[in-house]
């Protein structure tokens, strides 16, 4: 399998440097990939860690993780405390007994590259049925929400990422009256119905923030970030937290976080190199928290 044409991890050299430089020790660590995705960090890492440490790999995502075990399957053989558990991230830390293990936890927000090429409703550039569920056990679509959903819960949908009253009001009002004739049950539906109201010359950037913000409410995507710190806000023992945010949305609740918190914390950001060998990595961050 190509691994570039799948999904290429982003910032993986700098987050194996900090899990060597900041921690004392590398025996005894309980590791948690929150979003195992194809694997791509997690074969980094875990050849780092001893085989006394515990790893946890977690994905909403079946496909993504069936897919990851087929790649990095044999980095597992031979440990024995490995479980890979196909749940949201939010709802993994309430149960978890570390024994005075350290704990580091990578959370790569977001999408993969395979999901965008792959799954459906993600990608406006390819034409499938307006899905954008990780987990494909939820009931609710994005089809549904467009389908459905009145003009003020449509209205603060795309409010959040587009903060614009003039354009959200034009987007939202061709939705509603386009699904009266016939539902827009797919991508290209969609798209028909926005560039109606946008110009071209527009179109692609709008669509971006048009699909981002249905991912991000079909996903819950703000939620399960809030929750996941809303854990670590409350957490007595010592842990070393490693996020990849992509937008700003992401990055105000991480860097609320660490403001009511008082951790101490250092953002990386991608090399030039890096960008240039992986566009999507452009707007990464890194943020690196630690108790
Ligand atoms: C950016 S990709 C991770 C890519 C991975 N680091 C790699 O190198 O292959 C994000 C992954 O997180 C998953 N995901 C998103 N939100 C999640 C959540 N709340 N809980 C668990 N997995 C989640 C998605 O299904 C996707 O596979």
């Given at each position: 399998?190509?691994?570039?044409?799948?999904?290429f991890?982003?910032?993986?050299?700098?987050?194996?440097?900090?899990?060597?430089?900041?921690?004392?020790?590398?025996?005894?660590i309980?590791?948690?990939?929150?979003?195992?995705?194809?694997?791509?960090?997690?074969?980094e890492?875990?050849?780092?860690?001893?085989?006394n440490?515990?790893?946890?790999?977690?994905?909403?995502?079946?496909?993504s993780i069936?897919i990851?075990?087929?790649?990095?399957?044999?980095?597992?053989?031979?440990r024995?405390?490995?479980?890979?558990?196909?749940?949201?991230?939010?709802?993994?830390?309430?149960n978890?007994e570390?024994?005075g293990?350290?704990l580091?936890?990578?959370?790569?927000?977001?999408?993969?590259y395979?999901?965008?090429?792959?799954?459906?409703?993600f990608?406006?550039?390819?034409?499938?049925?307006?899905?954008m569920?990780?987990?494909?056990?939820?009931s609710v679509?994005?089809?549904?929400i467009i389908n459905?959903?009145?003009?003020?819960?449509?209205?603060?949908?795309?409010y959040?990422?587009?903060?614009?009253?003039?354009?959200?009001?034009?987007?939202?009002?061709?939705?509603?009256?386009d699904?009266?004739r016939?539902?827009?049950?797919?991508?290209?539906?969609?798209n028909?119905?926005?560039?109606?109201?946008v110009?071209f010359?527009?179109?692609?950037?709008?669509?971006?923030?048009v699909?981002?913000?249905?991912?991000i409410?079909?996903?819950?995507?703000?939620?399960?970030?809030?929750d996941?710190l809303?854990?670590?806000?409350?957490?007595?023992?010592?842990?070393?937290?490693?996020i990849?945010?992509y937008?700003?949305?992401?990055g105000?609740?991480?860097?609320?976080?660490?403001?009511t918190?008082?951790?101490?914390?250092?953002?990386?950001?991608?090399?030039?190199?890096?960008?240039?060998r992986?566009?999507?990595?452009?707007?990464?961050v890194?943020?690196?928290?630690?108790?």
């Amino acid at each position: 399998m190509d691994s570039v044409e799948y999904h290429f991890p982003v910032l993986v050299r700098e987050i194996v440097e900090v899990i060597r430089d900041e921690l004392e020790s590398l025996d005894e660590i309980v590791f948690v990939d929150c979003t195992l995705g194809l694997g791509g960090h997690s074969s980094e890492i875990i050849p780092c860690l001893s085989k006394n440490s515990s790893i946890f790999l977690l994905d909403r995502d079946k496909e993504s993780i069936e897919i990851a075990l087929k790649r990095i399957g044999s980095l597992l053989k031979d440990r024995e405390n490995v479980k890979v558990l196909n749940i949201s991230f939010s709802r993994f830390f309430e149960n978890l007994e570390l024994n005075g293990k350290m704990l580091v936890v990578l959370a790569d927000l977001g999408i993969s590259y395979y999901q965008i090429k792959n799954q459906s409703g993600f990608s406006f550039n390819r034409d499938t049925f307006l899905d954008m569920r990780y987990d494909k056990n939820q009931s609710v679509t994005a089809f549904d929400i467009i389908n459905t959903f009145n003009f003020q819960e449509l209205y603060d949908i795309f409010y959040r990422v587009f903060e614009n009253k003039k354009l959200v009001n034009k987007i939202v009002s061709v939705i509603v009256v386009d699904r009266e004739r016939n539902e827009i049950r797919t991508t290209y539906d969609l798209n028909k119905s926005i560039s109606k109201v946008v110009s071209f010359k527009f179109l692609k950037d709008i669509l971006q923030k048009v699909y981002l913000a249905l991912r991000i409410f079909v996903n819950r995507e703000l939620e399960e970030l809030t929750d996941l710190l809303n854990f670590f806000k409350n957490y007595k023992q010592n842990f070393l937290l490693l996020i990849i945010s992509y937008h700003s949305l992401e990055g105000k609740i991480i860097k609320d976080f660490i403001k009511t918190s008082g951790l101490t914390f250092k953002k990386i950001k991608p090399s030039k190199d890096e960008i240039s060998r992986n566009k999507p990595s452009r707007s990464a961050v890194l943020w690196v928290i630690k108790k």
